[in-house]
């Protein structure tokens, strides 16, 4: 896995600023008031931060920001960052502020000077979050330097030390997440997925992988008609997290594994199918909250349960036009083998109801490309059975700046699926595309189970840098389920 960034702590001492290598930052308030670290380093600098304050650029300048001075007079740092933030900022304010000392900052070793501001653990998260980079199969230009650590100094620095423990274990869930999504195919086979999965019984999840033979048995069979055209064995995994009270049923999690989806015999224009390697991005989101979970130790019980297969055109591949027995009963007419998540996710949703009762049910996939049309990069599409289990989550979502937006269901799309020889299609038409393909899945929530399908298509991997992640793969998710986690299901 990614290495997440390096924290060392230490007490506030201003003088520290004098000979500190590597990059310095040190705070202002938004009306320009400057803490004893940045006295230092103003008086340091011969007065720089100081007209800098006084400076048309400082008006402009917005709380969250941050100011560089390359190689500044007076100090053996090479760079003096000043960050616009008040005393007791709100969290989200904290963490793009650490956001930005990333960027500022690139491989170098930073000095934080935040003294006695509140929510230095939410800046650690921000800037842990904002320094990653994929780059395990990328040979190292001759030039570049390992990645320095950063030193939180801070005036309450035990209490600090525990609250950026907690962070990490958060940022290692979303790290681990945007790992698996950014893996190429061939070495993220369902296997290897399923490898990287078990191994965290070393934290304390309980781990089963379930194989073709057990999953012939169960009867999901709409599951494996979408891996049969690969030699890649189709498998599920279901990882147990128990830190509630014993008798207290679980929230259910289910993610879409989709390792490689050429579409099938329905096969994708080639342009832009590499991009397909992130058609797991559901499982890999399941994956990162149970990591979180576990590391932060939650006094909860969830389980989550990722579908793995890869979508493949061969002779053995499903054709359009076949007609296959769900685990739950229903036949499904097959009319575009690259509608093929919710083939996948079917059967899981069913298998974890049968099973594990639970309280309430999520499911997230990369599912349609038509969320894309609706909602762009920015949100998630959030359908659900249930409106107060859908506010809880968009409360949680708000509370963690991870962009979601609830869509319809109503039985005028469902009416789309009909089929002339079986109980359903798997495609309703090009119409309200991610909404059909939500009436699809909702055909398998029981009546009285709470539910919700996150279509994340449009927030799970982008190809422009987000405010938290580089170009590619977010963790989008890992901190909103968290949240509601930590809200709705902890035992206080």
Known sequence: MTRLTEFAFASTDPAAIDGAGGHVAVFVSPEGRMDACARRADRLSRGAVKRWI???????AKPGSVTSFAF????AAEALHVAVLPNRPDAILA???GVALARAKGRAALLVCAGARTQTDALALGLALRDYNFDAHRTPAA????????????DAVD???AAVALQMALAEGVVFTRDLVNEPANVLTTTEFADRLAAMTALGLKVEVLEEDRLAELGMRTLLSVGQGSASP???VVMRWEGGE?????????GKGVVFDTGGISIKPAAGMEDMTMDMGGGAVVAGVMRALALRKARANVVGLVGLVENMPSGTATRPGDVVKSMKGDTVEIINTDAEGRLVLCDVMWYAQERFKPAGMIDLATLTGAIIIGLGHENAGVFSNDDAFCDAFLCAAKSEDEGAWRMPLGQAYDDLLKSRIADMKNVGG?????ITAAQFLKRFVKDDMPWIHLDIAGVASVSSDTRYAPKGATGWGVLALNRLIADKYETR
């Open 143 to 154: 030039d570049e330097t390992a990645r320095g650590a950063v030193t939180l100094a801070h």
């Open 430 to 434: 090009r119409a309200g595309g991610s």
């Open 95 to 97: 963490r793009k502020t």
């Open 246 to 254: 014993t008798d207290a049923a679980p929230l259910a999690l289910v």
């Open 159 to 161: 209490d600090l030390r």
């Open 234 to 236: 189709s498998k599920v």
């Open 54 to 60: 006084g400076s048309e650029a400082f008006a402009k």
């Open 72 to 75: 500044p007079a007076g100090l």
